[in-house]
RNA sequence: GGGGGUGUAGCUCAAUUGGUUCAGAGCGCUGCCCUGUCACGGCAGAGGUUGCGGGUUCGAGCCCCGUCACUCCCGCCA
């Protein structure tokens, strides 16, 4: 018996015609003598009907079927009985009239059901078997594949090769912790997992491979969250001969055919653009959503010289004033503010000042403090209206950044719980993010830093800053975001040695001798005539589950691992035999 | 490393301030009945050391301490 369709295919054209089905007893609904069951496969639901006056040796062997018993039948298409259509199921007009039923496998009565209803995670992930049979998670499997064949289609379309680079790398101690892999033929010597294929893609570029992509398994040895799991998928891609614009528009034409792909949306190109400075003073992150306003607003020069000593000294000290309209949010309780005030202590603030504007009234401790011409510019800059919440951050420059835009976030997600803000989630805001800083200095170490990797170049007209600005000079690094997610980031690189080496040792102070031990390759490899190359990538497990309409990649992975990086249906990690430990020449050391 | 949440029947959950039926409901499961259901229906039934360990108390699902698991967040993720 082999099978003419799937379960989500038959339609009202198809009644007469013999067919043959396999799948998974979904539901079974038995009358005493005719039997329903929804027959289940990848693709959706059929209804087939097992009818004692029809076909009495099948309908018996029936009687014995129960929940993901997997059966294959042939029977013959036929429209339902007027009047008993089901709307709800696209095969919901048909029924399959079954001649012929064969019993594949019996089944235990499952430890959930395969259904809409959510069990625990942690069951799920211990039988994950069979919670991908959910509906829901075979159509997250299935938007996983088009939107990886999108991706294909596209780098193919315009001349990009998929290349394959080593699982077993290097470690390269910077940045994420690495998981490591003992090497019985090297004692005492260990390979990395990749954290990503950066170094491999700009060794392709030197190779001449020009257009490269890689839908690539990357490994981070990091505590996880929601949309962090320890090895994860990158879009990884890297051109030469561009400059960043000709990156940003090949990557706009990537998304806009990915959604074509997954959703039959069209997108409107191109997206847009803001340097860092701007979305930080704006929004107060770098990754910032722009589907709703409540954006920070300047008051240094109106507060310099304030009656009020906290934001005067602010000033006075170098730092700044802002505020963002929290519209609507006046009726926040004392327990609300000061949630408030907590969540902007965890980022940095001494305390929060603000003023409610309720009953013709400015509700605030701190009011009494402010001049006619400060509340003047209050009301003008942030429309103050009745009803609204003001919230203020004075301090260093990035700490109120990094105040004000958090609170931005946890102010807009009480606002969208009490219906007061609708943010939808089907609104694509694409945001280019540019002109990043290259480098930050890390004071306790008095050292600066590659703000994004080594291998990112400075824009050409800040190279001359180097040497005696080394903060001021921006990278030409880029992030794409799309609403309040960073979905994808790169930049140009270096492609000189001598550039290279100047980043290494005399800039980020890598010792000579651990630069080359490191990244002497590169080096070398850049002597031979390495092409000006650029590149990015994008986290594809965060770009399926926001096209699938889910912030958790657990979702959008067939088989994820816990908050603490275990899987709970095969129960790994796990102990080894000593005998593996010996052949590797490795001895633990464990505590208690 | 730190903070929050959760843990009661196979699953999802309920169980006033610790106090008589406080061990319950729905779904699922088992048996019987039922020929047009699709949340099928009816009748009957099985099923739990309340995650685990300890403590307080006359008495603990409920309070305290510890521990484990899952989860969310901060740190971390060049």
Same mark, same amino acid.
């Given at each position: 018996?082999?099978?003419?369709?799937?379960?989500?295919?038959?339609?009202?054209?198809?009644?007469?015609?013999?067919?043959? *089905?396999?799948?998974?007893?979904?539901?079974?609904?038995?009358?005493?003598?005719?039997?329903?069951?929804?027959?289940?496969?990848?693709e959706?639901?059929?209804?087939?009907?097992?009818? @004692?006056?029809?076909?009495?040796? =099948? +309908?018996?062997?029936?009687?014995?079927?129960? #929940?993901? %018993?997997?059966?294959?039948?042939? &029977?013959?298409?036929? #429209?339902?009985?007027?009047?008993?259509?089901?709307?709800?199921?696209?095969?919901?007009?048909?029924?399959?009239?079954?001649?012929?039923?064969?019993?594949?496998?019996?089944?235990?009565?499952?430890?959930?059901?395969?259904?809409?209803?959510?069990?625990?995670?942690?069951? !799920?992930?211990?039988? $994950?078997?069979?919670?991908?049979?959910?509906?829901?998670?075979?159509?997250?499997?299935? *938007?996983?594949?088009?939107?990886?064949?999108?991706?294909?289609?596209?780098?193919?379309?315009?001349?990009?090769?998929?290349?394959?680079?080593?699982?077993l790398?290097?470690?390269?101690?910077?940045?994420? !912790?690495?998981?490591?892999?003992?090497?019985?033929?090297n004692?005492?010597?260990?390979?990395?997992?990749?954290q /990503?294929?950066?170094?491999?893609?700009?060794?392709?570029?030197?190779? &001449?491979?020009? $257009?490269?992509?890689?839908?690539?398994?990357?490994?981070?040895?990091?505590?996880?969250?929601?949309? !962090?799991? @320890?090895?994860?998928?990158?879009?990884?891609?890297?051109?030469?001969?561009?400059?960043?614009?000709?990156?940003?528009?090949?990557?706009?034409?990537?998304?806009?055919?990915?959604?074509?792909?997954? !959703?039959?949306?069209?997108?409107?190109?191109?997206f847009?653009?803001?340097?860092?400075?701007?979305?930080?003073?704006?929004?107060?992150?770098?990754?910032?959503?722009?589907?709703?306003?409540?954006?920070?607003?300047? %008051?240094?020069?109106?507060?310099?010289? =304030?009656?009020?000593?906290?934001?005067?000294?602010?000033?006075?000290?170098?730092?700044?004033?802002?505020?963002?309209?929290?519209?609507?949010?006046?009726?926040?309780?004392?327990?609300?503010?000061?949630?408030?005030?907590?969540?902007?202590?965890?980022?940095?603030?001494?305390?929060?000042?603000?003023?409610?504007?309720?009953?013709?009234? +400015?509700?605030?401790?701190?009011?009494?403090?402010? /001049?006619?011409?400060?509340?003047?510019?209050?009301?003008?800059?942030?429309?103050?209206?009745?009803?609204?919440?003001?919230?203020?951050?004075?301090?260093?420059?990035e700490?109120? +950044?990094?105040?004000?835009?958090?609170? $931005?976030?946890?102010?807009?997600?009480?606002?969208?719980?009490?219906?007061?803000?609708?943010?939808?989630?089907?609104? +694509?805001?694409?945001?280019?993010?540019?002109?990043?800083?290259?480098?930050?200095?890390?004071?306790?170490?008095?050292?600066?830093?590659?703000?994004?990797h080594?291998?990112?170049?400075?824009?050409?007209?800040?190279?001359?800053?180097?040497?005696?600005?080394p903060?001021?000079?921006?990278?030409?690094?880029?992030?794409?975001?799309?609403?309040?997610?960073?979905?994808?980031?790169? #930049?140009?690189?270096?492609?000189?040695?001598?550039?290279?080496?100047?980043?290494?040792?005399?800039?980020?102070?890598?010792?000579a001798d651990?630069?080359?031990?490191r990244?002497?390759?590169?080096?070398?490899a850049?002597?031979?005539?390495?092409?000006?190359?650029?590149?990015?990538?994008?986290? %594809?497990? $965060?770009?399926?589950?926001?096209?699938?309409?889910? #912030?958790?990649?657990?979702d959008?992975?067939?088989?994820?691992?816990?908050?603490?990086?275990?899987?709970?249906?095969?129960?790994?990690?796990?102990?080894?035999?000593?005998?593996?430990?010996?052949?590797?020449?490795?001895?633990?050391?464990?505590?208690?």
């Amino acid at each position: 018996m082999k099978r003419t369709h799937h379960c989500s295919q038959l339609r009202a054209t198809d009644v007469g015609h013999k067919v043959a *089905l396999a799948g998974w007893v979904h539901v079974r609904r038995d009358h005493g003598g005719i039997v329903f069951i929804d027959l289940r496969d990848r693709e959706g639901l059929t209804q087939i009907v097992f009818d @004692p006056q029809h076909n009495k040796p =099948s +309908w018996e062997l029936a009687q014995a079927l129960r #929940s993901e %018993f997997v059966v294959a039948v042939e &029977g013959v298409v036929r #429209s339902r009985p007027a009047g008993t259509d089901n709307p709800k199921l696209p095969t919901g007009q048909i029924e399959v009239l079954v001649h012929t039923l064969e019993v594949l496998n019996s089944s235990e009565t499952p430890p959930f059901q395969i259904d809409e209803t959510q069990a625990g995670e942690d069951l !799920r992930l211990q039988y $994950r078997y069979l919670d991908l049979r959910r509906p829901a998670m075979a159509k997250n499997l299935i *938007l996983r594949h088009k939107v990886a064949k999108a991706v294909r289609d596209y780098f193919d379309a315009n001349r990009f090769l998929e290349v394959e680079t080593p699982i077993l790398f290097k470690s390269t101690p910077e940045g994420a !912790r690495e998981y490591l892999v003992p090497s019985r033929v090297n004692p005492g010597k260990f390979y990395a997992l990749p954290q /990503s294929p950066q170094q491999f893609k700009q060794m392709l570029m030197v190779a &001449g491979v020009e $257009r490269y992509f890689q839908i690539a398994k990357c490994f981070r040895d990091e505590d996880l969250r929601a949309d !962090r799991q @320890p090895e994860f998928t990158q879009i990884d891609i890297e051109m030469s001969f561009v400059t960043r614009d000709d990156v940003l528009a090949m990557m706009e034409g990537l998304v806009a055919h990915i959604w074509q792909a997954a !959703r039959g949306e069209k997108l409107p190109l191109p997206f847009q653009r803001m340097a860092y400075k701007d979305v930080m003073e704006r929004f107060g992150s770098d990754k910032p959503d722009t589907r709703f306003g409540m954006e920070l607003v300047d %008051f240094t020069e109106d507060f310099k010289a =304030s009656a009020f000593k906290v934001f005067r000294s602010a000033v006075d000290s170098g730092g700044v004033v802002k505020a963002l309209n929290a519209k609507g949010l006046a009726g926040a309780t004392q327990g609300q503010i000061e949630q408030l005030t907590e969540t902007a202590k965890s980022f940095g603030a001494k305390g929060l000042a603000y003023i409610k504007v309720e009953a013709g009234e +400015w509700k605030s401790p701190i009011v009494k403090f402010f /001049s006619e011409a400060e509340k003047a510019a209050l009301i003008q800059k942030l429309k103050i209206e009745e009803g609204d919440l003001i919230l203020f951050g004075a301090d260093k420059r990035e700490s109120v +950044w990094e105040v004000l835009g958090r609170l $931005r976030l946890v102010v807009a997600d009480i606002l969208k719980k009490t219906g007061k803000l609708t943010v939808r989630d089907d609104q +694509w805001n694409f945001l280019w993010v540019i002109d990043f800083p290259l480098l930050e200095y890390r004071p306790e170490e008095g050292k600066y830093y590659a703000r994004q990797h080594p291998f990112t170049a400075a824009v050409p007209e800040d190279v001359h800053l180097l040497d005696t600005d080394p903060l001021k000079v921006r990278g030409s690094q880029y992030d794409l975001v799309l609403n309040g997610q960073e979905m994808a980031g790169g #930049s140009i690189r270096i492609h000189r040695p001598d550039m290279q080496k100047k980043m290494f040792e005399e800039v980020l102070k890598i010792p000579a001798d651990v630069a080359k031990a490191r990244f002497g390759y590169m080096l070398e490899a850049f002597r031979y005539g390495a092409p000006p190359h650029g590149g990015i990538a994008f986290g %594809f497990d $965060r770009l399926v589950a926001t096209l699938c309409g889910t #912030s958790n990649i657990r979702d959008v992975i067939a088989f994820p691992k816990t908050a603490k990086a275990f899987d709970l249906m095969t129960d790994s990690p796990s102990e080894v035999e000593p005998k593996q430990l010996r052949d590797l020449h490795i001895k633990l050391d464990l505590e208690s």
